[in-house]
T-cell receptor
Framework: AQTVTQSQPEMSVQEAETVTLSCTYD???????LFWYKQPPSRQMILVIR??????QNATENRFSVNFQKAAKSFSLKISDSQLGDAAMYFC????????????FGKGTKLTVNP | GAVVSQHPSRVICKSGTSVKIECRSL??????MFWYRQFPKQSLMLMAT?????????EQGVEKDKFLINHASLTLSTLTVTSAHPEDSSFYIC?????????????FGDGTRLSIL
């Protein structure tokens, strides 16, 4: 079974600075997708960024980018120019590229942005 | 686009009551919807996968007679917590995935906070 590990329960960053959230996963599959979701206090899960395992290029979405290291099974999220609105729980998630559409989530990292 | 509506957002009811939660995909069709449970300060745990027109697939340890799932159309799935007890109190979140497949992500509803007195 696949597992997703987020080793940082909490992180903090100063406004306008950069922070990196770590995520590692364990799988024997070669085809899969990886996601970062954000859950603000409102509790809605918002997709931040996604990465297809077959793509070597790291995904980027404005201030958000990932460092995808397939051999190391690592998928970290970098937030540049942090804003107060970035404060939230961040969950890393894995989905198989095969028939199963299940998302496997990590335990989350609580990000605090200090003004 | 890709909006998922979940209703109600909060329910408080007495022990023994059955509670129905709706999950709708507003602007896309979803053959598959998912129901998660989230305990305070913890991650989302998949309870079941809801398939339109067929029986739901439950995760190990989830009581199918306790958590009834119906997915009667491509835009609506319902979760009914039957004879709810205080230990069923939790945050329940649904998600839906566009039927078109491929690398489409899951889109989540706003969640339902269920409190059983």
């Amino acid at each position: 079974a696949q597992t997703v590990t987020q080793s940082q329960p909490e992180m903090s960053v100063q406004e306008a600075e950069t922070v990196t959230l770590s995520c590692t996963y364990d799988t024997s599959e070669s085809d899969y997708y990886l996601f970062w979701y954000k859950q603000p206090p409102s509790r809605q899960m918002i997709l931040v960024i996604r990465q297809e395992a077959y793509k070597q290029q790291n995904a980027t979405e404005n201030r958000f980018s990932v460092n995808f290291q397939k051999a190391a099974k690592s998928f970290s999220l970098k937030i540049s120019d942090s804003q107060l609105g970035d404060a939230a729980m961040y969950f890393c998630a894995y989905r198989s590229g095969g028939g199963s559409e299940k998302l496997v989530f990590g335990k989350g990292t609580k990000l605090t942005v200090n003004p | 686009g890709a909006v998922v509506s979940q209703h109600p957002s909060r329910v408080i009811c007495k022990s023994g009551t059955s509670v129905k939660i709706e999950c709708r995909s507003l602007d896309f069709q979803a053959t598959t919807m998912f129901w998660y449970r989230q305990f305070p300060k913890q991650s989302l745990m998949l309870m079941a996968t809801s398939n339109e027109g067929s029986k739901a697939t439950y995760e190990q340890g989830v009581e199918k007679d306790k958590f009834l799932i119906n997915h009667a159309s491509l835009t609506l799935s319902t979760l009914t917590v039957t004879s709810a007890h205080p230990e069923d109190s939790s945050f329940y979140i649904c998600s839906a995935r566009y039927t078109g497949g491929g690398n489409q992500p899951q889109h989540f509803g706003d969640g339902t906070r269920l409190s059983i007195l």
